[in-house]
């Protein structure tokens, strides 16, 4: 995030301020309503007399590009800037949607395309891109992270968009392939014009197909409307909705029926302290689905001038999980008590859903800011170990 302005020694972020702050918080009561509220947050409007000042930026966090594409094949990044979310518009649009890994320079043209699928005694099948895309249909609005999302990038490897596609049951079916289907195995293109500097190659996942069918595992070939471009996985990428991005295989060229005796592939390997495995176990059927647990952050704090006062408003995301959560709390230092978040917006648990937090802090200096699900049942072990943490500076109350 850039400081865009300095004011009473302060810097501050301004790009936010005025109307579009205004329209967030609009934005958020209207979505809030939708989501039968607690009384709480029935009542509260913006007072007329208010005005957002700036948005004070999260400290401790690495300068880098966000938004904007950079590198190359492997260690090709862009980062989605969570700080411009919009409840309103809580879609990324495509050429904001993070990446992981950008399109290999030795990729071949869309044209041609073709999956191949194999395991069954008959002769390998094949569909060509042109006959996927005329299977496919609307998927939804689904939320992918990045299962190596880290503070270090501001937590910007994570972005929803709707996509269209066709599951991976339907694709099966087109194939013939008919099989015991206890393990599929889907793999992508993996090949690069240079060596990276960070990332080890692999593009493959085991999956059991009960974990795919629950999932509502599909083959997209368009998101927000558009064609998938090159490094969003085009002409064909697997989603999961769910799991960490790592199991979303790009460039999707091969899917093959596999049995229980498959072994791990590289990257699940790879991912496997990051999808919170136990160890690493060398055989597929010994790793558990790679799914998203209920987390939460914040991702913009505005500053306010309510009357003669100043409060802080902190905007925030929670995502993941099969449930909805029904009791989010939030604190700002570790001496501090948990409070349940102030205001609550609507979503699906395919999405990420938006929260609130009116803050007055009772001090200048640095502040941690934490949350939790106070709800024993609900699994967040990321969440629970301070994960998505994150850090401010408040200069004046």
């Known amino acids: 995030m850039k400081d865009k302005g300095v004011k009473h020694g302060r810097r501050r972020m301004l790009r936010y301020a005025g109307v579009a702050g205004l329209a967030w918080w609009c934005g958020l009561e209207r979505l809030a309503a939708l989501a039968d509220p607690p009384p709480a947050m029935q009542d509260a409007s913006p007072a007329a007399n208010s005005k957002m000042l700036g948005v004070v ?30 409840p309103e518009k809580p879609v990324t649009p495509s050429e904001e949607f993070y990446v992981r890994t950008r399109a290999s320079r030795l ?33 939804g609005g689904h939320l992918m992270e990045c299962a190596g999302n880290a ?44 060596p990276s500097a960070s990332s080890v190659p692999g593009a493959s996942w085991s999956f059991a197909f009960a974990d795919l069918e629950k999932a509502g595992a599909f083959l997209a070939t368009g998101m927000n409307g558009q064609p998938l471009t090159k490094d969003h996985g085009a ?16 460039w999707v060229n091969e899917i093959s029926l596999t049995n229980q005796d498959a072994e791990a592939t590289s990257q699940m390997q790879e991912y496997a302290a990051r999808t919170m495995q136990k160890g690493v176990p060398t055989l597929a059927r010994d790793f558990q689905p790679a799914i998203l647990e209920n987390a939460a952050m914040p991702v913009r704090i505005e500053e306010w001038r309510v009357g003669e006062k100043l409060e802080y408003r902190v905007l925030g995301i929670l995502w993941g999980g099969s449930a909805a959560v029904k009791r ?13 978040v102030s205001e609550r917006g609507a979503g699906t648990n395919a999405a990420w859903r938006f929260w609130r937090h009116v803050w007055q802090p009772q001090r200048t200096g640095s502040y941690l800011i934490r949350l939790r699900v ?8 990321r969440l629970d170990s301070g994960y998505y943490m994150r850090s401010v500076e408040i200069a004046e109350i």
């Open 374 to 381: 106070a709800e024993p049942a609900v699994v967040a072990r």
């Open 235 to 250: 002409p064909v990428r697997l989603v999961v909705p769910g799991w960490y991005g790592c199991t979303c295989i790009k």
């Open 328 to 340: 989010l709390q939030i604190r700002f230092n570790p001496e501090e008590e948990y409070v349940d």
């Open 151 to 194: 503070r270090s990038v501001h937590f910007g490897m994570m972005s929803v968009a709707e996509w269209s596609g066709v599951s991976v049951s339907e694709v099966l079916e087109r194939a013939k392939l008919r099989g015991s289907r206890e393990r599929i195995l889907i793999s992508g293109f993996d090949t690069y014009a240079a």
């Open 57 to 86: 930026p999260f400290s401790g966090e690495a300068r880098v590009p966000m938004g904007e594409a950079f590198g190359a094949e492997l260690d090709g990044r862009l980062y989605t800037d969570l700080a411009t979310l919009d």
């Open 107 to 139: 990729l071949k043209k869309e044209d041609g395309w073709r999956v191949k699928f194999t395991g069954d005694a008959a002769k390998p099948v094949e569909l060509s891109v042109e006959q996927l895309r005329g299977m496919a249909k609307p998927m």
